[in-house]
């Protein structure tokens, strides 16, 4: 991602409907684990990264770009600037990895997902989320430099293939999908602006109502996957 695109994204994540339920959905992914030691992957501005500290957890930002670092750092983030295919961490040293909305950015992902293997303790969670439906592909995913969006099957595979067992995929984003699908037919560029508080409020309405619907199931804009190591 452009380091200009980095910052936009930091300056609107406190407040954004979709950013703030996925660290609604990764607080809950998280309540009731035992903190331990945690790296967020791609951790941009490090809105997940301070969602794991405030759980307890021993948590670093992992970022690649220079712009993403600098944020997480100005933030008050314990920062490691690296490659997710070459992670600077001890094997088997961390209990949970996060990467949400990383792996779609690395050409190869197979690379990635063995090196959080590697990082993992046995027994270890690893949390992912990824866009999915490559019939949703647009120029969005052309400007937030996506190499591919995801299936359920495609998603188990490289996560199987890395030596993970998947314990649970959901859908995410399922009652907006009509208008993200109409939206991106004629997007001419990325979806990360800033929205109106009143819109806001609404898709954030919509987004916090699918926490109680048997959507799951249902084809959404994300995948959200809970993995074991083995």
Do not use: C
Not at 9 to 14: I, P
Not at 118 to 133: M, Y
């Amino acid at each position: 991602m452009e380091g200009t695109e980095v910052r936009k994204l930091a300056a609107l994540e406190d407040a954004h409907w979709w950013y703030r339920e996925r660290r609604h959905l990764l607080a809950r992914a998280v309540a009731g684990m035992p903190p331990g030691r945690a790296l967020d992957i791609g951790a941009a501005g490090g809105g997940n990264t301070r969602v794991l500290a405030r759980h307890g957890w021993q948590a670093a930002a992992l970022e690649y770009g220079v712009e993403g670092a600098q944020v997480a750092g100005e933030r008050g983030l314990p920062v490691l600037r690296a490659d997710a295919t070459r992670l600077p961490v001890e094997e088997g040293a961390l209990d949970l990895v996060v990467a949400f909305d990383v792996l779609e950015h690395i050409l190869d992902h197979d690379e990635a997902v063995r090196e959080v293997h590697r990082v993992l303790r046995p027994g270890g969670t690893f949390l992912v989320a990824v866009p999915a439906d490559p019939s949703l592909w647009s120029e969005h995913d052309v400007a937030v430099d996506h190499v591919r969006r995801y299936t359920r099957p495609t998603l188990t595979g490289v996560l199987e293939r890395g030596g993970f067992t998947v314990q649970s995929m959901d859908s995410w984003n399922v009652l907006l999908r009509p208008v993200v699908a109409l939206r991106r037919r004629t997007s001419s560029g990325s979806d990360l602006e800033d929205v109106h508080p009143v819109l806001n409020a609404g898709l954030r309405t919509v987004i916090i109502l699918e926490r109680f619907l048997p959507v799951k199931r249902l084809r959404g804009v994300s995948l959200l996957v809970r993995a074991r190591r083995g």
